[in-house]
């Protein structure tokens, strides 16, 4: 019998509209799988095994009435980062402060999945409030990498990232507002995808910073993430942000890629991001990665983008700033953690009181930083020069695509690092963003694909292809040709069901060559 | 010469709702001046003609119809309130004006 | 212990000061839905029954801009003779309270969608004063707050509060006036009529309900004063729960000799909110605040710019109807009015009505008289509006009728009048139940005559003497006779007809 959690989400789409098993049987097989080795994963904030399997049954019936499918995924479970909301369903957003909040809607991600015939597993561990780079800011426990239980999944979307890895589930929903899907991503071995900024509804998507989220899939191939993206990405009337245009062609395109040519495509390998500072095993892995698309026939060349050196001072200050916006909602009147109601306090020492406690210490440290930016004095200065660093990475972004079609670059400077390695640092944490945030800063489409395991550590790196905004399928051409060329990462995971996690090692030579 | 006091942090907090303890006080001072010192640098490229972007996207003028759509039920909405009463939320003795 | 306000004798304030005044004009839209949400904009309903995730500020919830509202503020914005920005933004005003969802509102700062415009107010005696308008920008209304516990219902002494969000993000135009220099010792007034006229022309526009005692229009009279001969405006107070017309005159007047005695008595006038009372037109002070509020407005991410074309603005320009000043200026070439006529006209708020009563049938002079004059001290003895009075223009014109036909006379017609605001039914009616027809059967009048003659033998002589005046005492006696149902000028005429034939 098949492992059905090792088959991708084509392949299960495949043979459950052929009839050749179930969604039913697909998804029974990857909640027993949670149920094995979220203990120690932690991946999982919620399981709704119930609601997955009414879904899974409802999909099987239409397949038994010989109806269309309702999308090319439709039957395949996927797990939902735990800051889309979903009718019915705790959504927490990894905090103390919506802890058993259940939300009266979906969000148009969940529709749209629920209606593509996806069986929703579960929601997913994240950085609280979708702060964080490690995952290790969630109220409710750090998720571990399942390539090594002492390292962080990478962050926010740890959860989503680790549940691919670890086969809990084929297809996961992240977000990613500063490298939130990417960075995850490279760190887990496993792919992730940050659509055009509008590309996808956030309506539903509780909001860390407005002007810089997006929903995004994760997924272990890149076919995979093609089908995922398909569903979830189209225009939104409650989405005052979102593009009115038809979806790009991204499954066309990871076709087109998977057959291994990309002659006649211009990459630019970003000057600025990899060299010194970086960790030599993921700079080796890049080089090699650099060198495999010339090999697929792209013409490489390196691209100077000056400005984007102030990219990662430019995010910490606008999504700082928005959060503080977003996040006074939470204010303990209307919903969420509510503490000192005594008849003693004021409604305002009730709010302090309840936001001291509901947040985590970035939260907290985020929400003063963006107040302080926006503040009266001080919002020119801050604020208001972060908006025009965005006119310049734009300006940049803009002028290399003049040269070529896509831009490379690490996805993130080191390996997965250690739990509690950074916790106490907030630069150093923020420095896992550096190569991700410039796209997110100008809107544009971008993604992780893995590119191999370091040589000293034998841990995941990706490689970071970035597009112009709306050309989100050249992503997929060039990602699809460049996996399809290299040996399955997630082939050397640890076996998770041998009584937990297997500590990676550095890589033996001819390991370091695959 | 520290970018922000300790002072300036507590005004923060309390603009913000944030009721921190002394020693988050202390602590946070220091992260929020080291962070500063290092965004600070965006005044650099900020030049006068640089006009600021504020929407990744270039859209304009997305308005919708003026026509009822349904909503939620008086249930629904206080579903998840910490106190309500009578089909309204409840909330402790408020201090300050309405604006 | 709070001391009673010291007050400057208004005279002397104008002597030392000039007022100068900013008037802030709140209006919610009639619009079907929210300005970002497709709740139902309703007055009333139960509490908590017109929101979604987005007016309750749910956690993941988005907005999304009402166009029919952006259509309402361009018009205002064009009534108001007012530039039409070609592109702007929303923006999120930052402040924590409990009736804003999530506590920030969206509004407009440096962007607003109509800025630098006017409007020509007509003051009582005919003057005319150009009150320049600074912006007019569209925002979010908030929730309601029941306050349980306190003496008044008040927040002061309150224990708790209860949240209604019905009313959590109703459009809102706000309208912003420059400072208002030079009126004098006019001010009060020019402050009131400038809301009286922003009203007469919101509710032309058919954009709002306008209802000061609903909320649909509110007013913060911002005051200071200069002392004469200062090139600096003074410190200004803000005073807010202007509820009436009246008391923007009086919280206006209020002001100014509060903030005379203060400054006169070498004090400094604080910069506060101030709080307007109806019971005696006193305003006291708001909490004061530690800090002032900071509300790092920042432009609103989650909406996109604005940008009317200039097509757009062109339709909307021709849907607007008759300006107030236009119309007046119209009504007194079409009906031959003098000034004087007009203002009294306009401020006894008849205009509608007599209009009404015109195209019922009635001349403009009659109907003009009867509203103006009667129906007006009617309408005051009763503490109401006019249009509050329970009679239609349509009964108005049939008891103009029925006097210009002669069947009743301008005191029986009163008398009708009367009769249909007790309600008891149709001008025709009444005349019918209470039998208030003139008498117009000579027959009938001379019987009359000749008894009140025979009672008074001395009369007949003394007009025969030629005292022609005498004969009052007998329309006296007629008119009694008759229940004054006899038309006095008919019955002189029959009396000295009598006389000469005897």
């Keep these: 019998m098949t492992d059905l959690t090792k088959l991708t989400a084509a392949e299960l789409a495949g043979k459950i509209h052929a009839r050749e098993v179930s969604s039913v049987e697909v998804t029974q097989a990857h909640l027993d799988r949670i149920a094995e080795v979220d203990s120690f994963v932690h991946a999982f904030l919620h399981v709704d095994a119930d609601g997955a399997l009414a879904a899974a049954r409802a999909v099987d019936d239409a397949v038994g009435r010989g109806d269309a499918p309702a999308s090319a995924i439709a039957g395949v479970p996927l797990a939902l980062k735990d800051v889309l909301t979903t009718k019915g369903i705790p959504t927490t957003c990894g905090s103390r402060t919506l802890e058993g909040w259940i939300p009266p809607y979906d969000a148009t991600v969940t529709r749209k999945l629920r209606e593509a015939g996806v069986p929703i597993l579960g929601k997913t561990n994240m950085d609280e409030f979708a702060m964080g780079s490690s995952t290790e800011n969630s109220a409710f426990g750090v998720t571990r990498n399942p390539w090594d239980d002492t390292r962080i999944p990478g962050g926010s979307g740890g959860g989503s990232a680790a549940s691919i890895a670890a086969f809990e589930a084929p297809l996961a929903i992240g977000t990613d507002t500063g490298g939130s899907i990417r960075q995850p991503g490279a760190v887990t071995g496993t792919v992730g995808v940050k659509p055009t900024y509008g590309g996808v509804s956030r309506y539903g998507l509780v909001a860390f910073s407005s002007s810089l989220d997006q929903a995004g899939p994760c997924a272990r191939t890149v076919l995979d993430a093609a089908l995922l993206h398909e569903v979830i990405a189209g225009h939104d009337r409650m989405d005052s942000t979102s593009i009115d245009a038809p979806v790009p062609a991204v499954v066309a395109a990871a076709r087109e890629g998977l057959r291994g040519d990309l002659t006649g495509m211009k990459v630019g390998v970003v000057k600025e991001f990899g060299g010194d500072g970086y960790q030599p095993g993921v700079q080796r892995s890049f080089e090699a990665a650099v060198a495999q698309l010339r090999a697929l026939g792209a013409e490489v060349v390196e691209v100077s983008c000056p400005n984007f050196t102030y990219a990662l001072p430019a995010y910490y200050l606008i999504a700082p700033s928005e959060c503080s916006s977003n996040l006074a909602r939470f204010d303990a009147m209307r919903y969420g953690l509510r503490v000192s109601d005594d008849g003693a306090h004021s409604a305002e020492e009730v709010m302090s009181l309840t936001r001291e406690e509901g947040f985590g210490a970035e939260v907290k440290r985020r929400i003063m930083l963006g107040t302080y930016a926006l503040s009266s004095g001080y919002y020119d200065a801050y604020y208001g020069s972060a908006q025009k660093v965005r006119t310049l990475i734009r300006r940049d972004f803009d002028a290399a695509f003049e040269k070529v079609d896509v831009l490379v670059s690490p996805t993130t400077p080191t390996t997965a690092f250690k739990i509690g390695e950074r916790v106490d640092d907030p630069m150093a944490m923020y420095l896992a963003d550096l190569c991700t945030i410039p796209a997110n800063l100008a809107g544009n489409a971008a993604m992780s694909v893995p590119s191999g395991l370091s040589d000293e550590d034998g841990l995941p790196v990706g490689l970071q292809i970035m597009a112009p905004a709306l050309a989100d399928d050249r992503l997929y051409r060039v990602g699809a040709a460049f996996e399809a060329a290299r040996e399955p990462v997630l082939d050397r995971v640890p076996d998770l069901t041998r009584g937990g996690f297997v500590p990676a090692g550095a890589l033996s030579p001819a390991e370091a060559a695959k | ?99 | 212990m709070t001391a009673v306000a010291d007050l400057m004798d208004y005279a002397e304030v104008l002597e030392r000061f000039d007022p100068v005044l900013g008037l802030e004009v709140h209006v919610e839209l009639n619009t079907d839905t929210k300005m970002f949400c497709g709740c139902a904009n309703l007055f009333g309903g139960e509490p908590n029954t017109h929101v979604c995730p987005t007016c309750l500020g749910l956690p993941g919830s988005l907005p999304v801009v009402n166009g029919k509202a952006v259509e309402s503020a361009i018009r205002i914005g064009l009534a108001l003779n007012c530039e039409i920005a070609s592109w702007c933004r929303f923006a999120r005003k930052n402040y924590f309270y409990p009736d804003m969802p999530k506590n920030f509102q969206t509004s407009q700062y440096d962007e607003p969608i109509a800025f630098n415009g006017y409007l020509d107010v007509t003051l009582d005696d005919g003057e005319v004063v150009r009150v320049h308008i600074e912006r007019a920008h569209m925002e979010e209304d908030t929730g309601k707050s029941l306050h349980v516990g306190g003496a008044t219902g008040r927040i002061h002494g309150a224990e708790h509060s209860l949240l209604d969000y019905n009313r959590a993000g109703v459009p809102l135009i706000e309208i912003v006036t420059k400072p208002i220099v030079g009126t004098g010792d006019r001010a009060p007034e020019v402050a009131r009529a400038y809301v009286t006229a922003l009203r007469d022309l919101l509710r032309a526009l058919d954009v709002s309900d306008v209802r000061m005692d609903q909320g649909s229009l509110r007013c913060d009279a911002n005051v200071s004063l200069m002392p004469k001969g200062a090139s600096e405006f003074g410190t200004r107070t803000e005073t807010k729960n202007v509820n009436s017309l009246r008391s923007v005159e009086r919280a206006v007047r209020y002001e100014m000799t509060r903030q005379a005695a203060v400054l006169a008595a070498g004090g400094h006038v604080t910069q506060e909110t101030r709080h307007f009372q109806e019971a005696d037109g006193s305003t006291s002070s708001g909490r004061t605040k530690e800090t002032a509020e900071d509300y790092r407005y920042f432009p609103e991410p989650d909406l996109v710019p604005m940008a009317p074309s200039a097509e757009w603005i062109e339709q909307l320009r021709a849907t607007l109807p008759e300006m107030p000043a236009v119309r007046r200026d119209r009504i007194r070439v079409e009906w031959e009015l003098t000034a004087e006529e007009l203002r009294d006209l306009f401020n006894s708020g008849a205009v509608e009505l007599v209009e009404a009563t015109v195209a019922a049938g009635a001349k403009p002079g009659e109907a003009r008289g009867w509203w103006v004059n009667f129906l007006a001290q009617e309408a005051n003895t009763r503490e109401v509006e006019l249009t509050a009075l329970p009679i239609t223009p349509r009964s108005v014109a049939r008891v103009i009728e029925l006097v210009g036909s002669g069947e009743l006379t301008n005191k029986l017609a009163r008398e009708v009048v009367k009769g249909v605001l007790a309600g008891e039914g149709e001008p025709d009616e009444v005349v019918e139940k209470r039998g208030l027809k003139v008498v117009s059967d000579d027959s009938a009048l001379l019987a009359a005559v000749d008894a009140a003659l025979a009672a008074q033998p001395d009369v007949a002589d003394k007009i025969r003497g030629g005292k022609v005046q005498a004969a009052g005492a007998i329309v006296g006696a007629v008119m009694k006779a008759t229940k004054g149902q006899a038309d006095a000028k008919r019955v002189r005429e029959l009396i000295l007809q009598r006389v000469a034939e005897q």
């Design chain 2, 1 to 99: 010469m520290p970018k922000i006091s300790r002072d300036e942090v507590a005004h923060l907090a309390k603009l913000a709702r944030l009721a921190v303890t002394e020693h988050e006080l202390d602590v946070f001072a220091g992260q929020l001046d080291h962070i500063l010192d290092a965004v600070a640098k965006v005044s650099e490229v900020a030049a006068e003609d640089i006009p600021p972007t504020s929407h990744a996207v270039p859209l304009t003028n997305v308005f919708r119809e003026d026509v009822v759509r349904p909503g939620l039920t008086q249930q629904q909405a206080l579903a998840g309130a910490p106190a309500a009463e009578e089909g309204r939320f409840r909330v402790p003795r408020i201090l300050g004006e309405e604006q």
